[in-house]
């Protein structure tokens, strides 16, 4: 696997050759890296560009996110222990970045075993998270399927972007919730849950589906966390939040949204 050493604890790894600072593969997705430890990165450049990528590294904070304003790179293989700025304000300001580039996905990594610091970094908006040490074949993994969704995001924006449930309307360009005409109060997470459930009518997501489908985690759905933000959804949404018609809850396995509401 690859293990972060430098100044942080020597362990062993394999003998690899030192590469160029920036690699190039095949295919037409560019990734940047942000890691200061200079080892870490080049084994994991010269494995993504085995696999097709164009990669770049940038040894801190600062200097990653000059890139990033540079040249646009596809994802961002984001450090959380920085020399200079933390990963989590690098990410805060990837967000902040205007046009499409504030879009651009994030996987971070971290050493910490902290699971706040995952979940800050999942709130601020980050797409994904691998702790360290990771084994390369699930970097690879995470990247393709963060790329993958955000392609799949991007061809579906020829969708029409209000969703009408009776009363309930749900409109993706503007943010905003409405029933009956009036507007919903809900946090940016709890629209993403929302149109998330509203875009899966009448099928029955677990938990874990409904994480995956908002934050493209596969892992560690925060159950009870899952369940208050329902329960304020609930209350935005529903008529009467102890007789729910919208979101019902399927007893030992997670939420279902009606079709048929009304």
């Not at 000059?66 to 990963?87: E, F, K, N, S, T």
Request: aromatic share 6%; hydrophobic share 45%.
């Amino acid at each position: 696997n690859f293990t972060a050493a430098s100044s942080r604890g020597s362990v062993p790894r394999p003998s690899w050759r030192q590469p160029p600072a920036v690699y190039t593969g095949p295919m037409s997705s560019r990734l940047l890296m942000i890691e200061d430890d200079g080892r870490l990165a080049a084994m994991v450049g010269e494995y993504l560009a085995a696999s097709g990528f164009a990669f770049a590294h940038a040894a801190d904070g600062l200097s990653g996110l000059a890139h990033v304003q540079a040249d646009a790179p596809d994802l961002v293989i984001l450090d959380l222990m920085l020399p200079d700025i933390d990963g989590l304000d690098v990410c805060r300001r990837i967000r902040g970045l205007p046009g499409e580039t504030a879009r651009t996905p994030i996987l971070m990594l971290t050493a910490k075993g902290d699971p706040m610091d995952r979940i800050v970094g999942l709130e601020l908006g980050a797409d994904d998270y691998l702790p360290k040490p990771f084994e390369p074949r699930e970097l690879l993994a995470r990247i393709r399927a963060v790329l993958r969704r955000r392609t799949d995001a991007t061809a579906s924006t020829s969708a029409p972007q209000v969703m009408r449930f009776g009363s309930l309307e749900i409109d993706r360009d503007a943010r905003t919730v409405t029933v009956a005409g009036a507007p919903c109060e809900l946090t940016s997470y709890q629209f993403d849950l929302l149109v998330a459930l509203a875009e899966r009518a009448g099928r029955v997501l677990t938990r874990d589906q409904i994480m995956e489908a908002v934050r493209g985690r596969e892992l560690e759905a925060f159950d009870r966390s899952i369940d208050v933000h329902m329960g304020r959804i609930r209350a935005a949404i529903e008529h009467d939040v102890k007789a729910p018609k919208r979101i019902l809850t399927v007893r030992g396995v997670g939420y279902v949204f009606a079709r048929q509401q009304e």
